[in-house]
C-alpha cells in the first residue's frame, strides 16, 4: 500500500525536529565537520595529503625535487543501527498525538544520541596518541590537564580549537580548586561558578554513560518483549578526561531516516508503526593522532 501524503509531509516535519535534538543533545556535535565523498553503501573517502619537508639547496644544482602526494582514502561504515516502535491508535489518540510526538523525542534523546557519543568517544579513545590513567583529586586535576596541554604543544597539535571533554564529576573538582571562581557583581546579586571555558579551550560535560574506553554494542534478540535489550553497555575503564582538537577526528552520519505508517498502513496492527535507521562511524586520521589526548581510570 502507498504512503500517503499527508505521511509524508508528518516524516518531514518531524525530521527537522529530530536534527534540532541531535545538535542540542549530543555532545559529539562540535566535531561534525569533515567533508566526505562516498563511493558505494559502505565506503566513505576521506581527503589526505603528505608532502616531502626541507631538503639541502645545491647552489649548481638547485632544489631538490620533492613530492606531493593528494589521495582521497577510504574508510568503511560499520554500524547501521535501527529500530521499529507501534503505537497503538488510540494510545495517540486519546493523548491527542503526544504519544507518538514524545516516543520519537524520547527515542533520540535517550537512546540514539547517547550511543552516539559512547561510541564515538570509544573509538577516539581507542586511536588518542597520548594515553594517561590514575586517579584525579582535587590536588593534582590542575597538573594532570596541564600536563596534556604541554604534551600536545609539543607535538603540535594547534592549541587554538581543542575542546575538553571531561566528566560532570571532575568538572566540579575543577570548580572547587581556589582561583576558579566567578563572584558576584553589586547589579545582579548572583554567585555563579560555571565556566566554559578552561586555558582557552571550550569545555563540554559528558555524563560518565557516555565516556569510556570501549563499549559494546547490542542488539535486541528476536521474539524479545522486554526493554532491556539493544542499545549499548560500557566494556572499558571510565575516561575521566579528553582534549581534542576536530582536526584530527571524522564522523559520519550517511543515512538517518525516518518512516511513519499510520494504522490504516501497518499491515501488522491497529497502531502508528515507526522506523528509525542510521547508518554512521566515527574515525581518527592515522597522521592526526596527537590531536587526542586521554586521561582515564587505572584498568
Do not use: C
Not at 504512503?3 to 542540542?24: F, H, M, Q, T
Not at 579513545?125 to 600536545?152: C, F, H, P, Q, R
Request: charge should be negative; proline fraction near 4%.
Amino acid at each position: 500500500m502507498p504512503i500517503s501524503n499527508n505521511v509524508i509531509e508528518l516524516a518531514e516535519r518531524y525530521l527537522p525536529i529530530l536534527d534540532e535534538i541531535y545538535k542540542r543533545e549530543a555532545l559529539t556535535t562540535d566535531l561534525d565537520q569533515t567533508v566526505v565523498r562516498f563511493i558505494n553503501a559502505k565506503t566513505v573517502q576521506i581527503f589526505m595529503i603528505n608532502m616531502n619537508g626541507l631538503a639541502n639547496y645545491d647552489r649548481n644544482g638547485g632544489f631538490t625535487q620533492g613530492n606531493v602526494n593528494a589521495s582521497w582514502q577510504p574508510y568503511e561504515l560499520k554500524q547501521d543501527r535501527g529500530t521499529t516502535f507501534m503505537i497503538d491508535s488510540m494510545d495517540n489518540d486519546e493523548t491527542i498525538n503526544m504519544t507518538f510526538a514524545n516516543t520519537v523525542g524520547q527515542f533520540l534523546r535517550n537512546k540514539v544520541v547517547p550511543e552516539l557519543d559512547a561510541y564515538r568517544f570509544a573509538k577516539y579513545a581507542d586511536k588518542a596518541g597520548s594515553k594517561d590513567t590514575g586517579d584525579l583529586t582535587s590536588s593534582n586535576i590542575v597538573g594532570k590537564i596541564d600536563g596534556a596541554i604541554a604534551e600536545m604543544d609539543e607535538k603540535e597539535v594547534p592549541s587554538e580549537g581543542r575542546i575538553l571533554y571531561i566528566t560532570p564529576t571532575k568538572y566540579t573538582l575543577l570548580k572547587q580548586i581556589a582561583g576558579i571562581t566567578r563572584f558576584a557583581t553589586m547589579t545582579d546579586r548572583q554567585l555563579n561558578r560555571d565556566f566554559e571555558v578552561f586555558d582557552s579551550m571550550r569545555v563540554r560535560k559528558i555524563p560518565q554513560r557516555r565516556f569510556y574506553t570501549d563499549i559494546e554494542i547490542k542488539d535486541i534478540p528476536e521474539g524479545a518483549t522486554g526493554t532491556d535489550d539493544g542499545g549499548f553497555d560500557n566494556a572499558g575503564e571510565a575516561i575521566n578526561f579528553m582534549i581534542i582538537h576536530p582536526s584530527a577526528t571524522f564522523q559520519v552520519n550517511k543515512h538517518a531516516v525516518l518512516r511513519i505508517y499510520t494504522p490504516r498502513e501497518n499491515l501488522f496492527a491497529d497502531a502508528w508503526k515507526i522506523d528509525y535507521r542510521i547508518y554512521h562511524d566515527a574515525f581518527a586520521y592515522l597522521n592526526k593522532t596527537n590531536g587526542i589526548y586521554m586521561h582515564s581510570e587505572e584498568p
